[in-house]
């Protein structure tokens, strides 16, 4: 689906304009002070390293709060890859997806792009205000914890640079895709912020927007939540176990997640689908029949071919009158890689519930190729009997951009 340009949509298509961005503002405080939850996708994380911690005693009252020492570690947002998509290992349970638009609109020009380098710099140096000594001007009064914030740019921006790039290519239009706003389709700014603490994701991710991000105006946003897991993996809102086959060690990660080489090494293709479920409709099910839909035992997650919870699922086996132990239209067979025809995707998914019905999964996943994405995709379009419960209202794809630290700025390797 090709994303038109800002002068080429009617007006009620344009981006919204600054007034919107206040709002913005004005409503990630106040959903800071009353959720319980926060929405998806993100990266760049908090670094406390242990001088700080033993500063922080050291200049502690003996009467003062103490809520700092049950802070999960911080994680470093510096390296080769940005934080918040391989690390933490385990996601934290909060985040929130920023969609933004660029008030200018993209173009191949120098003025354009060098903004767009000025842009990024600004996050990253934001990041790293953030994470470090300025946590507490940000609000993080307990310091950053494992606060990680991630930044992308869609297709729109990364074209501007070079039509070949990874990342430039927006996502084709899928089944049900009609049923997507244009709002929530595509954007040029991705800010995904996560953390253990549902305020400090709020704070955090009002402060970058306001400090960083000053001419971008939101297109969409999401607060999510991921129940309590291990890895990757985690129960989505079917009751069932997600994220259990993906590229685990870095040996892995650099064969799937990682652009190999060119100017975006060490980036990655983000895909983020906001997919409403019709959770009552499939817990109404029998069980039986909800595991022959997933493919998975829904108790421990482990295949219906046998295996423990992490193991393979066995495409070929067969019951004794020779039909397949998983099903031929289960989600667990329509995805696999070797019926895909693709590589693996890591996934970080995260629930939402706006209310009502309005209730799903956050799907986030980041590839080394859109190709991984779509055609896995396509595949469940065909086949997945778990899309009958599944509507699209949300679809987006975005370039994460590679790593970066104090000396070499985020964005400075865009051509």
Not at 107 to 114: E, G, L, V, W
């Amino acid at each position: 689906m090709s994303e038109p340009t800002t002068d080429q949509l009617s007006d009620d298509q344009q981006p919204p304009r600054r007034t919107r961005r206040r709002d913005l503002l004005r409503g990630l405080a106040a959903a800071g002070a009353a959720a319980g939850f926060a929405g998806a996708a993100g990266l760049a994380a908090g670094r406390a390293t242990a001088d700080d911690g033993e500063r922080r005693a050291a200049t502690a009252s003996d009467d003062g709060p103490a809520a700092s020492a049950g802070r999960p570690d911080a994680v470093d947002p510096t390296g080769t890859h940005q934080a918040g998509i391989a690390r933490p290992g385990t996601p934290q349970p909060h985040g929130l997806l920023l969609v933004l638009d660029l008030v200018a609109t993209p173009s191949p020009t120098a003025p354009f792009r060098d903004a767009v380098r000025a842009l990024c710099a600004r996050l990253g140096t934001a990041i790293l205000d953030l994470t470090g000594e300025r946590a507490a001007e940000a609000g993080l009064l307990d310091g950053p914890g494992d606060l990680t914030a991630t930044v992308g740019l869609g297709p729109r921006v990364v074209a501007a640079f070079g039509a070949d790039l990874p990342g430039a290519q927006p996502l084709p239009a899928f089944a049900k895709d009609t049923a997507v706003p244009p709002e929530r389709t595509g954007g040029d700014l991705l800010i995904a912020v996560y953390a253990n603490d549902p305020n400090d994701v709020h704070r955090a991710a009002s402060w970058l927007v306001e400090r960083a991000a000053p001419d971008a105006v939101p297109r969409w946003s999401q607060r999510g939540f991921r129940a309590p897991g291990t890895g990757t993996i985690a129960r989505n809102p079917f009751g069932f176990h997600d994220g259990v086959i993906v590229p685990q060690t870095a040996a892995e990660q650099d064969e799937h997640v990682w652009i190999s080489a060119g100017p975006l090494a060490g980036g990655s293709i983000c895909v983020v689908r906001r997919l409403r479920l019709d959770v009552p409709r499939f817990t109404a099910e029998p069980v039986e029949r909800q595991e022959a839909i997933v493919g998975r035992h829904r108790n421990d997650g482990s295949p219906l071919s046998g295996g423990g919870p992490t193991g393979e699922v066995d495409l070929l086996a067969k019951t004794p009158d020779g039909q397949y132990v998983t099903p031929a239209r289960s989600h667990v067979r329509a995805a696999h890689p070797s019926v895909t025809g693709s590589a693996l995707m890591l996934r970080r998914g995260y629930a939402f519930d706006d209310g009502g019905s309005d209730a799903g999964l956050l799907f986030v996943c980041f590839q080394r190729d859109l190709r991984t994405f779509v055609q896995t995709q396509f595949r469940l379009d065909e086949v997945d009997d778990l899309g009958e419960y599944v509507t699209p209202t949300g679809s987006a794809t975005f370039l994460i951009l590679p790593g970066f630290d104090a000396g070499r700025p985020l964005g400075a390797s865009l051509p």
